[in-house]
């Protein structure tokens, strides 16, 4: 009998194994799971490495508390320092952090520097062609175009109908192509169109006309140009 009895036991041992695993605080006190190691000092402590696969979309991850999410990875920080951190440094051609689709960030942007980078147009295959951005104090909007003045040498520019809306503190800039004439803004900008004269007829004309930004969101974001670093920050660089 006392055989059965440990071959029964050796059964349940072997082949007995926990589906899930459910941890309650009114059952175990500041209950601690350690994975990789005997020491967590978190409610979930992970040392080594992690993968979460499922042949059916994954359901929805999230760290923070919510009460609702709509993608199926979410992080919510509402600390007083920053929200998530990435440090991921890559080697030569490789991203600290790649984003396969459409980004958007309801904030502002701070970087060190940013280009576009796209297949090189002459040798889609084997280059690619990077641009930097153009970089401003102001949050600038440019908007350029070319016009010929009429018989009159007067050309009215018709901008987008948001664009009184939208901008302030406008700067004009007039350049004559194929001719020696001059060139001025005989109207400024009313009703969203400003007006070029020169002073002579049939004259092509390039021009670029800037505003800043004075919607909602930016007249309650300024852009504050220099700043004392922080406590943390102070006698490091940003960028090493």
């Not at 029964?8 to 309650?24: D, M, P, R």
């Not at 664009?163 to 969203?192: C, H, M, P």
């Amino acid at each position: 009998m006392k055989n059965y009895l440990f071959i029964l036991c050796f059964i349940t041992v072997k082949f007995n194994y926990a589906q899930h695993v459910e941890i309650s605080e009114k059952q175990i006190s500041s209950p601690k799971i350690g994975i990789g190691t005997e020491a967590p000092i978190r409610n979930l402590h992970l040392v080594g490495s992690a993968i979460m696969v499922q042949e059916q979309p994954l359901e929805n991850i999230v760290i923070g508390t919510v009460d609702s999410v709509d993608a199926k990875f979410a992080v919510f920080s509402k600390n007083f320092g920053n929200g998530v951190i990435i440090d991921a440094p890559s080697t030569p051609g490789g991203y600290g952090l790649l984003v396969k689709g459409s980004a958007h960030i309801a904030g502002n942007l701070s970087k060190a520097g940013g280009t576009f980078k796209i297949d090189h147009p002459q040798d889609p295959l084997n280059k690619t062609l990077s641009h930097a951005f153009v970089e401003s104090p102001q949050m600038l909007n440019i908007y350029s175009g070319n016009c010929i003045t009429d018989t009159n040498a007067e050309a009215i520019v018709k901008l987008p109908d948001y664009f009184e809306a939208l901008n302030q503190d406008f700067r004009y800039q007039l350049t004559v192509i194929g001719s020696f004439t001059q060139a001025i803004v005989w109207k400024k900008v009313e009703n969203n169109a400003f007006t070029i004269k020169t002073e002579q007829p049939q004259t092509e004309v390039s021009w670029q006309i800037t505003g800043i930004r004075k919607d909602r969101w930016a007249l309650e974001n300024p852009i504050v140009v220099e700043q004392i670093k922080s406590n943390s920050e102070k006698g490091k660089w940003i960028n090493p």
